[in-house]
């Protein structure tokens, strides 16, 4: 018997007629109407598994926005904690009923509220609807790579340039699991250090050099309104959301978002700005490894 059971689930929201509308889900076996949500798969992240349940539940591909905590309670007698996101609408496609899921209904707040049958999904409504849509922006922690002096006396024709040096076998592994983790929250283009591609100023070699060219490029990204990936660097992070700080207007002693811009991250690591149509910061999450 597990020692707790681990879930996931959204409120998913979209857009309505006379204002947003949410989707809850008829359970015959339980003959009850919740959130969509799931118990994780072998080895499975929260955040994954809670678009997996989703798609199975309703046929929405949805992308994750802020995190709304976890709900704990008992099944048979085995803790259980159930993880929740706000979600949005990335796409959809037809479902048929089965006898998981046979009905899927999108309702505004007060038709919702009244058709769930748990009061923590009623809250969870609540919480939701009090937050408005937001794209992410993902500034991610370059995966582990291969050790300095490992990489410098391998013998390879490169191995005296740092910018290079490959990931080790488990920063491999992990920028896999990385494809999934990332596309649970609908980024449409990635920034990268050059020690991958594209913008020299988020690299180690670029800060070092020039940490004011590093916070005009954090500056002029956080200008693009579209959901993002940053990837960098551990001794770029602390310039990097210096700059998010600043741009964002975050009083770095003050602010409730303080604590989710701590630069201290462990590799493959990432830290996601939920940022409003205007560009104003909603929530920070961060993405353990």
Known sequence: MPHQIEAAGV??????????????????????WSLPKGKLEADERHDVAAVRETFEETGVRCVLG?????????????????????ATVHDSLPRDADAEVDEVRWLRRKAAKELLTY???????????????????????????????????????????????PLNDAGVRHAYDL??????????FVVSSDSVHLEHALSEEG?????????????????????????THRPV??????????????DLDRSPFAAGLDPRLHPGAAIVLHRDEAGLLVAVDRVEA
Do not use: F, N
């Open 66 to 86: 802020p995190s709304l905590g976890h709900r704990r309670y008992e099944v048979e007698g085995v803790p259980k904690r159930v993880r929740y996101w706000r």
């Open 119 to 165: 009061d923590d999904d009623r809250q969870l409504v609540d919480v939701a609807l009090a937050l408005p849509d937001t794209r992410a922006t993902i500034v991610l922690r370059h995966a582990e790579a291969m050790k300095r002096v490992t990489w410098q006396e391998s013998g390879d024709p490169l191995s005296d340039t740092d910018s290079v040096r």
């Open 207 to 231: 800060c070092a050099d020039d940490p004011a060219a590093t916070t005009a490029a954090v500056t002029a990204l956080l200008g693009i309104r579209d959901p993002a990936v940053w990837c």
């Open 179 to 188: 494809a999934d983790i990332l596309a649970a929250y609908g980024p449409r």
């Open 11 to 32: 409120v998913l929201v979209r857009p309505g007629e006379h204002g947003p509308e949410v989707a809850v889900v008829h359970r015959p076996h339980r003959s009850d």
């Open 237 to 250: 992070l602390p310039t990097v959301l210096a700059a998010v700080a600043t741009g964002l207007g975050v």
